[in-house]
């Protein structure tokens, strides 16, 4: 294939290969994006209930107790007029407020400090003390706080018969003031023996006098409460898991409002009609950064990803990259050779691993392969590969050096697998893709080989890359889980629609973990548990005759 006589992309597509957007019904987007974020809604919610363990833990507890005080008014006909008692009124409900009132006054709180063992200022008791109406009775509650239930309950006892007590005091002291007065009329009165006379007058007033205040008296003593009244345990935990969930699931929706990341394949099947080629898991024992420059040549080094080879990769991932080298080898159409470009929205989506591992791949499958680095910002593979180049790839579009000096053999392929790569990152070398030499080293390329590969730089932040992205016959977007931005996959798709590009598919990068199970890993336990038995030698063989019964 030549790039300058072949104006036609041979990736093209007629087709718009991107999907109209639409919304998702409300009840299943919801739970989609909670389930893309659980582990901030789990967060939320184990914070929520640390503190709220934490302030039961510290929290000293409150009990509460309450004695019940009965208000019997009486009417105005029975009993003198200045005597300090409650008298009924066309309100029965302003009787019981107007003594709910009068147990929380300081004559009454310190009478009631009195007969505590232990007290503070009379401020303090009050505090503790609250008086309220039983609903629409004659009953006034006193509810004491205490830090133990001996505290509460004396507490309560001693507001209710400190009012009592006061009241009677209050109102032994008017009879005294009115017995006296009428004691003279009783003894010179000729009708001594009439129910209105001073001597029965004076009789009623000193039965009176010996008993407490009749219109408030104490009905129900307060008794030990068995249990704290604060903190409440259930309810606080309760509370503190709900409050978890509206603020995990408020910033769950929040976060995706302003962080649109890939979280979920189907977002890819919603947005585009192209296949996933291929799910990476992501590489749980390899270390996929290194340590870079120091800031300012002081403090830690910076930590930048880097590629991985197959010897750094597991099984299952190295599976994984089988199964991206067979769907694309599927779409090979009796061509001598294939090219294929690799790329994604933006850095550290893992396009370079998926490059270099591609090309091993199909170096294993007894391919001729040539792997092109055409990152001339980030040149990695040499790194990854273990492989210096001589000759570099600027030299070779320049016309000062031949494809076939400049390509370096990757070990342990040899032959088969060989590289062009970046050997210096100068600002201008970039620019050299867009000569038609490009695609002249990509004719080239694809005569001396199977299958031609190309490590392409994000293209929405490099567009250095584009115009082999439109002469080469298939290109693969690689993708990351919870990395990549959808609005970076937009502007990558735009691009590529607008020039005529339309990718074979995604390769998508952090579907699960490498040290999951596989259906390989679990037959080579299963062939090694069979040879250590002695039901099967480790190559495969059947065990020797009597090699079971020796083992048992």
């Known amino acids: 294939m030549n790039a300058a006589t072949s104006p036609t992309p041979t990736n093209s597509s007629s087709g718009d ?85 009068l147990v929380t006054t300081r004559e009454v709180a310190g ?15 009050l505090g503790k003390v609250t008086a309220e109406p039983v609903a629409q009775s004659n009953i006034v509650a006193v509810t004491a706080k205490g830090e133990s239930p001996e505290e509460a309950r004396d507490t309560a006892n001693a507001f209710a018969g400190a009012l009592v007590a006061d009241r009677t005091e209050q109102l032994r002291e008017a009879l005294d003031r009115i017995i006296a007065s009428l004691q003279p009329r009783a003894a010179d009165d000729p009708a001594a023996g009439g129910p209105d006379s001073a001597g029965a007058q004076l009789a009623r007033l000193q039965t009176l006098r010996a008993g407490p205040d009749p219109t408030i008296r104490l009905e129900t003593a307060a008794s030990t409460p068995r249990s704290a009244s604060a903190p409440k345990p259930f309810i606080t935990l309760a509370a503190a898991l709900v409050a978890g969930l509206v603020l995990g699931m408020g910033s769950a929706f929040g976060l995706h409002t302003l962080d649109p990341r890939l979280r979920r394949e189907e977002q890819l099947r919603d947005l585009y009609r192209v296949p996933i080629l291929a799910r990476i898991p992501r590489e749980t024992n390899a270390d996929t950064s290194t340590k870079g420059r120091r800031r300012l040549l002081i403090g830690p080094r910076r930590r930048r990803r880097r590629a991985l080879g197959p010897g750094a990769l597991s099984p299952v991932t190295l599976e994984a990259y089988r199964t991206l080298r067979a769907m694309l080898a599927a779409r090979r159409t009796g061509r001598s050779a294939r090219s ?43 790194e990854a590969l273990g492989v210096r180049p001589r000759v570099g790839i600027g030299k070779v579009l320049l016309n000062n050096a031949r494809l076939e000096q400049a390509l370096e053999p990757a070990r342990p392929f040899g032959d088969t697998l060989r590289l062009l790569l970046v050997d210096r990152s100068d600002p201008w070398l970039p620019e050299v893709l867009s000569l038609p030499m490009a695609g ?35 290109v693969v977007v690689v993708l990351r889980l919870g990395h990549s931005r ?37 037959a080579r336990r299963e062939r090694a548990e069979a040879a250590e038995w002695g039901f099967e030698e480790p190559d495969g063989e059947p065990a020797r005759e009597g090699a079971g019964s020796a083992r048992s």
């Not at 008014?73 to 009924?88: F, I, K, Q, S």
């Not at 490059?355 to 391919?367: D, P």
């Not at 890359?465 to 439109?470: E, I, K, S, V, Y």
């Open 17 to 101: 290969w991107q999907r109209a957007s639409e919304e998702e019904a409300g009840l299943v987007r919801y739970a989609q994006i909670l389930r893309e974020r659980i582990g901030l809604v789990v967060l939320a919610v184990v914070v929520t209930l640390g503190v709220a363990v934490g302030y039961l833990a510290i929290t000293p507890k409150t009990y509460e107790a309450s004695a019940d005080l009965l208000v019997t008014p009486v009417t105005g006909e029975e009993l003198p007029t200045g005597l300090p008692l409650v008298r009924e009124s066309s309100d029965p409900t302003r009787d019981v407020e107007t003594v709910s009132r």
């Open 111 to 125: 009478r009631a400090r009195s007969r505590l063992p232990r007290s503070g200022a009379i401020d303090d008791v």
């Open 340 to 382: 294929l470009l690799v790329t994604g929205p933006s850095p550290s989506e893992g396009k370079t691993t998926t490059a270099i591992n591609l090309a091993a791949s199909f170096a294993l499958a007894g391919h001729r392969v040539i792997l092109i680095e055409a990152d001339f910002r980030r040149p990695t593979v040499g």
């Open 486 to 522: 959808l609005t970076q996959l937009a502007r990558l798709s735009d691009l590529l629609q607008q020039n005529g590009v339309k990718p074979a598919g995604f390769a998508l990068v952090g579907v699960g973990t490498s040290d999951k199970d596989s259906y390989y890993l679990s």
């Open 440 to 474: 002249s080293l990509l004719s080239e390329a694809e005569k001396l080989a199977d299958y031609v590969i190309i490590d392409s730089p994000p293209l929405t932040e490099v567009i250095d890359a584009l115009p082999l992205a439109q002469q080469v016959d298939d």
